[in-house]
């Protein structure tokens, strides 16, 4: 079958994550595609942008596919370009058996063989169009690719840090985990502390605004998000003065010596949120699952993301 004949398109994910990040990424995953992989290779029709996740690597869109890499050349050898040049990246499975796994030199003649089978005229250093070939539950794939730009990396320093915020990977996946979709989607951080999650989401040009009840905080907040060249709304308020309603918010619960709270004022917060928001997403260091429930919520999935001995909980919750 060629799924080029098919009205949906199929793409291929990969995934790089640390073990102690897995439980996250597949959180992520499950938002973005309503299912998520025993492997670190991920099918689905969903289109998603490879730049978004911190966890995914490269994405293949399927043109050709063949149950032999001979079935394959046969086909990509109809495959015709225009005017533009391309190249052809040999995309590695991790999953594969180490049978059939190739060595570096194997790999380039794979690409160097199924480039001569394109219609078209290829360029290693300054290509028009990027392809990828590759091995995949059984048969081999040929399709465009597009690789993932680690932009939650390019964040890690900023003017005013926080020791126990978020890290700018956990928050990059947060933010996916609260707007999967982003179209026409309105959210809020009403505990945006210096501002992590808005940068992470700014970033990807999600509506999203910002509040604190710290004043001490708030300009570091802004200050952050224009050293990044980015534009956003930030607030001086207090939770349970927001009036304005939004799809989703997101609520990292203070924890550290310096702001703690007891559990009534975790629940005062959670049921503020729960006034003004329809979707809610907790990152927490301690169960509150009681806390949720009594806040009127209810827990649709969950993960985690460790550090060492620290552990933060994510919860979606409606």
Same mark, same amino acid.
Request: net charge negative.
């Given at each position: 079958?060629?799924?080029?004949?098919?009205?949906?398109?199929?793409?291929?994910?990969?995934?790089?994550?640390?073990?102690?990040?897995?439980?996250?990424?597949?959180?992520?995953?499950?938002?973005?595609?309503?299912?998520?992989?025993?492997?670190?290779?991920?099918?689905?029709?969903?289109?998603?942008?490879?730049?978004?996740?911190?966890?995914?690597?490269?994405?293949?869109?399927?043109?050709?596919?063949?149950?032999?890499?001979?079935?394959?050349?046969?086909?990509?050898?109809?495959?015709?370009?225009?005017?533009?040049?391309?190249?052809?990246?040999?995309?590695?499975?991790?999953?594969?058996?180490?049978?059939?796994?190739?060595?570096?030199?194997?790999?380039?003649?794979?690409?160097?063989?199924?480039?001569?089978?394109?219609?078209?005229?290829?360029?290693?250093?300054?290509?028009?169009?990027?392809?990828?070939?590759?091995?995949?539950?059984?048969?081999?794939?040929?399709?465009?690719?597009?690789?993932?730009?680690?932009?939650?990396?390019?964040?890690?320093?900023?003017?005013?840090?926080?020791?126990?915020?978020?890290?700018?990977?956990?928050?990059?996946?947060? *933010?996916?985990?609260?707007?999967?979709?982003?179209?026409?989607?309105?959210?809020?951080?009403?505990?945006?502390?210096?501002?992590?999650?808005?940068?992470?989401?700014?970033?990807?040009?999600?509506?999203?605004?910002?509040?604190?009840?710290?004043?001490?905080?708030?300009?570091?907040?802004?200050?952050?998000?224009?050293?990044?060249?980015?534009?956003?709304?930030?607030?001086?308020?207090?939770?349970?003065?927001?009036?304005?309603?939004?799809?989703?918010?997101?609520?990292?619960?203070?924890?550290?010596?310096?702001?703690?709270?007891?559990?009534?004022?975790?629940?005062?917060?959670?049921?503020?949120?729960?006034?003004?928001?329809?979707?809610?997403?907790?990152?927490?260091?301690?169960?509150?699952?009681? *806390?949720?429930?009594?806040?009127?919520?209810?827990?649709?999935?969950?993960?985690?993301?460790?550090?060492?001995?620290?552990?933060?909980?994510?919860?979606?919750?409606?």
């Amino acid at each position: 079958m060629d799924f080029n004949k098919q009205k949906l398109s199929i793409y291929v994910y990969t995934y790089s994550y640390p073990e102690d990040e897995s439980s996250l990424c597949a959180l992520e995953m499950r938002s973005f595609f309503g299912k998520d992989s025993n492997s670190k290779v991920l099918e689905s029709c969903e289109e998603i942008d490879p730049s978004r996740s911190p966890f995914i690597k490269e994405r293949v869109r399927v043109i050709y596919e063949g149950e032999t890499f001979q079935e394959l050349t046969k086909k990509v050898n109809n495959f015709r370009l225009e005017e533009t040049t391309f190249k052809v990246i040999y995309v590695k499975n991790s999953d594969v058996s180490k049978t059939e796994k190739e060595g570096f030199k194997k790999r380039r003649e794979i690409e160097k063989e199924i480039g001569l089978y394109v219609n078209g005229k290829a360029d290693l250093h300054n290509p028009d169009q990027l392809f990828g070939v590759m091995n995949v539950n059984g048969r081999w794939i040929f399709g465009d690719y597009a690789k993932s730009e680690a932009v939650w990396f390019q964040h890690q320093k900023k003017p005013h840090e926080y020791s126990t915020a978020l890290s700018t990977r956990v928050a990059r996946a947060v *933010v996916n985990i609260a707007l999967p979709n982003t179209s026409g989607i309105k959210a809020i951080d009403p505990c945006c502390g210096i501002g992590t999650v808005l940068v992470e989401a700014r970033s990807m040009g999600i509506d999203i605004v910002g509040s604190d009840r710290n004043h001490l905080i708030i300009n570091g907040a802004r200050e952050n998000i224009v050293h990044f060249g980015l534009t956003g709304e930030v607030n001086l308020a207090d939770i349970r003065d927001i009036t304005d309603h939004y799809d989703v918010a997101i609520i990292d619960l203070p924890y550290n010596l310096c702001s703690f709270i007891t559990t009534e004022e975790q629940l005062e917060i959670l049921e503020s949120a729960r006034r003004f928001a329809n979707k809610v997403v907790v990152v927490t260091v301690e169960p509150i699952d009681g *806390v949720l429930l009594t806040a009127g919520f209810t827990i649709i999935d969950r993960g985690t993301a460790k550090k060492g001995l620290f552990t933060r909980e994510v919860i979606v919750c409606r």
